[in-house]
Each structure stands twice: as C-alpha cells, then as structure tokens.
C-alpha cells in the first residue's frame, strides 16, 4: 500500500471511530449529569447508541449513574481503533500498548468532548441564552464548572469561569495524555 494510501485509510479509521467514540462520550455524560430523556439531543444519541450498548446493559449494570456498558464499549472500540492502526502502519503490535493507547484516546477524547461542550455552551450563552441546547450544555458541563464557579464568580455580571475550565482541561492534555500516549505507542511498537 502506497504512504497517501496509507494515510488516507488511517485518516478514515480516525474519523469514523473518533466519531463514534464522541458520540459515546457523550451518552456517558449525559446518562451521568441525568439530562431528561426526552429531550430531543438525548434522543439523537440514544437512538445512535443504543443498539450497541443496550445487549451489554443486561450484564453490565450502571453503577452510580455511570453506564459501565458504555465505559467499557468506549474502551473496545478505541482498542480496535489503535490495533487497526498500528498494525496497518508497523505490523502486529503489543497488545499492551494497544491497552493503554485506548485509555488514553478514551480520556483525550473525554476532556475533548468536555472542552468543546463548555466552548459551545459558553458561545450560546452569549448569542443565545434561551436555547434548549444551552440547558443541555448545562448539565452536561455541570461536573466541571460547578466547583470552577464557587472559586471564580462572574465578573461584572460576566462568567468568565470557562476561561480557566478550558485552561484547565487543556493543560491535563498535556501534562497527562500526551505522556501517556506517548507510553502506549512506545510499548505499542515493541
């Protein structure tokens, strides 16, 4: 396989599993923060998600409102993603490499699911503050922010408490996934 090939393949393996993996990411959310089932972006991914996570719901229970079955579907599929990768690229990698490679992508993924939700719902609450969205964003965003906001209040009626979330989420990346990534690919490739 020619390299543009190459990279046009693992190009497409990174867009369809990361989008996935987000749309997972987000049920996990959801299902923890309690949004209202009803409501119409909860209904998009349930209906996106559930006919994989629902068969592992009967042996996977939640566990104080943390979907294992999604958890652990979120962890198989980055597992997939990585295994695809590597061995397209390098041959059959080790598979401890590829383990902690998809914890990695799970919690990179995670912070960046978070990261673009606060950026989003911060947008909308200057533009639009009515938007049903913006409620969602709310609660979705509420484990983050609630603890940033007692430290930071508003400042002349300004939230400016996404500022240092979006900081602090960014800099986990670095500090944290980013070396561990590294240790997976490292491992990955031996």
Do not use: C
Request: glycine letters at 6%.
């Amino acid at each position: 396989m020619t390299g543009s090939m190459l990279d046009g393949l693992l190009f497409l393996i990174d867009a369809i599993f990361n989008l996935y993996l987000f749309v997972l990411i987000i049920r996990l959310f959801l299902a923890y923060s309690g949004i209202h089932y009803l409501h119409p972006f909860v209904q998009v991914i349930v209906k996106l998600t559930s006919f994989i996570v629902k068969p592992l719901k009967k042996y996977l229970p939640d566990v104080r409102g943390v979907e294992l079955s999604t958890l652990l579907l979120i962890f198989i599929i980055a597992s997939i993603k990585w295994l695809l990768r590597i061995w397209l690229s390098f041959g059959f990698p080790h598979l401890f490499g590829i383990f902690i490679l998809a914890i990695g992508d799970a919690i990179l993924l995670t912070l960046q699911t978070l990261f673009y939700a606060i950026l989003l719902q911060a947008l909308l609450s200057w533009i639009q503050p009515g938007v049903p969205l913006n409620q969602a964003l709310e609660q979705f965003t509420a484990p983050i922010m609630r603890p940033i906001r007692r430290v930071i209040p508003p400042v002349s009626g300004i939230d400016i408490s996404p500022i240092p979330a979006l900081l602090l989420l960014q800099l986990l990346i670095i500090i944290f996934v980013q070396p561990l990534m590294n240790l997976g690919s490292v491992i990955a490739h031996h």
